[in-house]
């Protein structure tokens, strides 16, 4: 199945949440002086037009960056994250002038120096064909289109060693539950040194429950779990939350994200207010 399009989302509260988190994540990669490879594994496009028709469909970023991106006080610790939504908005950020939104890619297309690099996999045909566009000639960025899944095995480990493997699946097929901690696990034990970041969405049959024990069976590394409940009518019927679950987290990250979750809970409600938790569902002693 691939009627699931991150283009249907773009920059609502799970994407700011989600996006907040990476560009934590990948401050931490750049902060040091050796190079780093990301693998985004559901990548979708680079960039998203929020005046396109899938935008405009569901308008979630009106719940979402439209809230947070005009603050004056947003925190300095997400300023990467600030500054790529400014950069694709020359004539202003505002409800007016807010109109493309950077996925994933482009947050680390942003972070990228001269000598890292990064892997992105889309299935989807058009969304591929707009992500090849989108890299161009860039010689640090690899475009694949394959099943996630075989991929992100395939992919792993990649010549560099320092990195962070995105996995942002649509859940569409609900075998993934428990697919996906196989895969990981496969690849955790081919790529033990890498991060991997694993977005999870909290629906009605409560099925990411059942994921993050698989998970925590097999894989025998810290576990950092970032929540973020979305502040929908209790009564709606899909998404309540979402969150994202962080295998071998950078030392001391837990406190960048617990910062900047707090924050945009304070602005991302909707019928109810929005609520952050983090928890570590393992953390070693050291």
Not at 69 to 74: H, L, T
Not at 130 to 138: F, I, M, N, P, V
Not at 146 to 158: I, S
Not at 163 to 180: H, R, S
Request: charged content about 25%.
């Amino acid at each position: 199945m691939l009627s699931y399009r991150h283009a249907f989302h773009a920059g609502g509260a799970a994407d700011v949440h989600k996006h907040a988190v990476l560009s934590l994540l990948l401050d931490h990669l750049a902060g040091r002086e050796k190079p780093f490879c990301v693998i985004d594994i559901y990548a979708g496009r680079g960039i998203y037009g929020l005046n396109s028709e899938e935008a405009q469909k569901r308008r979630e970023f009106t719940h979402g960056i439209r809230r947070v991106i005009g603050d004056p006080n947003r925190p300095g610790l997400l300023n990467s994250y600030w500054r790529a939504v400014d950069k694709l908005n020359p004539d202003g950020t505002s409800a007016a002038t807010l109109a493309r939104y950077p996925g994933s890619p482009q947050l680390i297309r942003d972070a990228l120096r001269k000598d890292d690099v990064l892997i992105v996999n889309e299935l989807h045909p058009a969304d591929h064909e707009e992500l090849t566009r989108w890299a161009g000639d860039d010689k640090r960025i690899h475009v694949h289109k394959r099943d996630a899944l075989e991929a992100l095995v395939a992919l792993t480990p990649p010549a560099i060693r320092r990195g962070l493997v995105l996995i942002d699946p649509a859940y569409e097929v609900k075998t993934e539950y428990d697919t996906l901690p196989a895969a990981i696990a496969d690849a955790f034990k081919r790529w033990p040194q890498a991060t991997y970041a694993i977005w999870y969405a909290v629906l009605p049959e409560n099925r990411h429950s059942i994921m993050r024990k698989k998970l925590m069976d097999h894989i025998p590394a810290d576990i950092l779990e970032t929540e973020f409940e979305l502040g929908r009518a209790k009564s709606y019927p899909g998404m309540q939350a979402s969150g994202l679950w962080i295998i071998n987290p950078p030392w001391q990250i837990d406190q960048s994200i617990k910062d900047a979750g707090d924050w945009l809970a304070k602005w991302l409600g909707q019928e109810r207010p929005a609520k952050h938790s983090m928890t570590w569902l393992r953390k070693s002693e050291s």
